[in-house]
């Protein structure tokens, strides 16, 4: 039972989405480039963040999050972004560390390691 902060990004996140038995699909189109995503749960992790724009490219979608997580925020095509309910687990299906200018990837980053 490990209690260490994971963050898992794209395919982490799928496979914490997996685990946690929430409702994956693939989706017909691969998703790519920079989006709006719609924050639906406040968390510290998105800690001075008004516009949550990011980078995506992926295949697969969460539609539906097991009843041991949370959704973070979702976009047009579903969920994005989740939590453990109880352990510092998170996922996010984009890609916080690439084009860094131009999304809020490293806000992200940053406040996972502060305050997870």
């Keep these: ?9 794209c395919f982490g996140f799928e496979l914490i989405a997996h685990i946690y038995k929430s ?4 989706s017909k189109e691969k998703e790519k480039g920079i989006l709006d995503l719609e924050i639906i749960q406040d968390d510290p992790i ?5 516009n949550l724009k990011v980078y995506e ?6 539609e539906n999050v097991g009843e041991d997580l949370l959704a973070l925020a979702k976009s047009e095509d ?3 972004a989740i939590k453990h309910k109880n352990r510092p687990i998170y996922g996010v299906q984009f890609h916080p560390e690439m084009f860094t200018d131009h ?3 490293q ?5 996972f390691l502060a305050q997870i």
């Design 78 to 80: 579903g969920i994005e």
């Design 23 to 26: 409702e994956l699909t693939r």
């Design 107 to 111: 806000i992200i980053i940053k406040n």
């Design 46 to 50: 998105f800690k001075n963040i008004s």
């Design 57 to 62: 490219s992926h295949r697969w979608i969460v």
């Design 1 to 9: 039972n490990i209690n260490k902060p994971i963050l898992g990004i």
């Design 103 to 105: 999304t809020c990837g």
